[in-house]
């Protein structure tokens, strides 16, 4: 029996959620996450791609927490001296927020340990065709279209 197009878009986001929970648990375990929590990472990771200092909305755009989580996490990050905040010179009402120096030093310590675990995983499971048919696919579904990556190729 075939399944319908509905019932495989929801089979293939079911086995894409199984997979991030399996993995996310396993990445939790590790002992990597002694300076900062997962989450403290998403959150350092997250301002280290920014180009330019951040306001909260923005950042909670690209991290999975409510605004008011997100907003008293951040606030333990700048208390630790990994996050600064500034006022918003086209805003004075407004706040940005950006890397310290020792918050960079933190983010890239713990998320080059993170990032061999990432790809010790995936390259345990998937062939080289596999994660580029993936990346292409979860580009696709974030609605990407990859011309991004090739500019910076």
């Avoid at 089979?11 to 375990?29: C, P, Q």
């Avoid at 009402?93 to 020792?102: A, F, N, P, S, Y």
Wanted: net charge negative.
């Amino acid at each position: 029996m075939t399944r319908s197009s509905g019932r495989l878009a929801n089979d293939a986001w079911e086995s894409l959620l199984v997979a991030h929970a399996v993995l996310m648990k396993r990445f939790a375990a590790e002992d990597i996450w002694v300076e900062v929590s997962m989450r403290e990472y998403d959150v350092l990771y997250t301002l280290s791609k920014c180009d330019e200092p951040t306001r909260l909305g923005e950042l909670g755009r690209n991290v999975l927490l409510s605004q008011p989580a997100l907003s008293r996490l951040v606030e333990r990050l700048v208390e630790r001296g990994l996050v600064a905040r500034s006022a918003d010179p086209a805003d004075g009402r407004g706040v940005l927020l950006d890397l310290t120096e020792t918050g960079r030093h933190v983010q890239r310590r713990v998320g080059g340990r993170h990032g061999a675990s990432v790809a010790r995983s995936v390259r345990a499971e998937l062939t080289e065709e596999d994660m580029l048919k993936l990346e292409e696919i979860c580009r696709r579904l974030a609605g990407q279209d990859g011309s991004e990556r090739e500019n910076e190729e």
